[in-house]
């Protein structure tokens, strides 16, 4: 059931990536994006899979004597895997926060708890090379440099269980690809979650821009002879210079 999910995530249909497409850049997409360009780079270059190398020569490591030549030289060779495996993922990364960070005015994202998802060891592999804390943090910065706003979404927002026509949460387990709801709904997790984080998204961006409307209300206009003052100031400040 799982390898089921995960190919319709990494395999979205034609209208499901349309969608996503003019979404405000929810991040749950965003990974999946991710970990489907590497897939799609990982088959094109037609090499052997990082990770099954990674362990055959970890193996091959651990059978040296620590110290010796032989161990050293097997050090190199494990470590020229895990170099291309950090430099893909990070290449992937930038492609990404930078596409998301220079297209889209507002992004939604989620504040997971990676550390409790870690824990799960099935996933705990695929979760680490996703590298989200590094995707927040790139797209952060990179957002505030192109003048876009990076809308984080309470980590206990049910984003997932919720049904996205009327509300409801439903109690799903992680092995539950699909939500049905008694209104009628049955649409796949992501997708379903995609929708609710994109609404709570816009309403915190508009409950945000309330609050500096009415603090910028109450905010008392300065009078003609303040205006004065400030520009006898500045006039003889500037007379201070030759």
């Known amino acids: 059931m799982i390898v089921r999910v995960r190919k319709i995530r990494l395999d979205p249909t034609a209208e499901r990536a349309r969608y996503f497409a003019r979404a405000c850049g929810v991040a ?25 190398c990674i362990v055959r ?6 059978r040296r004597q ?12 494990l470590a020229r ?3 291309r495996v950090a430099n893909v993922r990070k290449d992937a990364l930038h492609k990404l926060t930078t596409t998301l960070a220079t297209n889209y005015p507002a992004i939604g994202i989620e504040d997971l708890n990676v550390r409790g998802m870690l824990k799960n060891g099935k996933l705990a592999r695929a979760i680490a090379d996703a ?3 590094e995707f927040r943090r790139q797209l952060e910065y990179k957002a505030a440099m192109a003048g876009a706003q990076v809308i984080v979404i309470e980590r206990f927002y049910p984003g997932s269980k919720m049904s996205s026509d009327c509300g ?23 997708p379903n979650a995609t929708i609710n ?9 508009s409950a945000e821009r309330k609050v500096l409307a009415d603090a910028s209300a109450t905010v008392k206009p ?21």
């Open 168 to 190: 409801v949460i439903h109690a799903l387990m992680l092995s539950d690809g699909v939500v049905e709801c008694g209104c009628g709904l049955k649409m796949d997790r992501d």
């Open 57 to 62: 020569l970890s193996r091959s490591m651990s």
């Open 197 to 205: 984080i994109r609404r709570q998204a816009l309403a915190q961006q």
């Open 131 to 133: 590298g989200f804390f």
């Open 222 to 242: 300065a009078s003609e002879a303040e205006n004065a003052r400030f520009a006898k100031r500045c006039a003889d400040y500037l007379l201070t210079f030759p």
């Open 66 to 77: 620590k110290g010796s030549a032989n161990w050293a030289k097997a050090k190199a060779r």
């Open 28 to 52: 749950r997409f965003a990974y999946n994006w991710a970990l489907a360009e590497w897939t799609r780079q990982h088959k094109e270059d037609g090499k052997p899979n990082e990770h099954k």
């Open 81 to 83: 895997p895990h170099l």
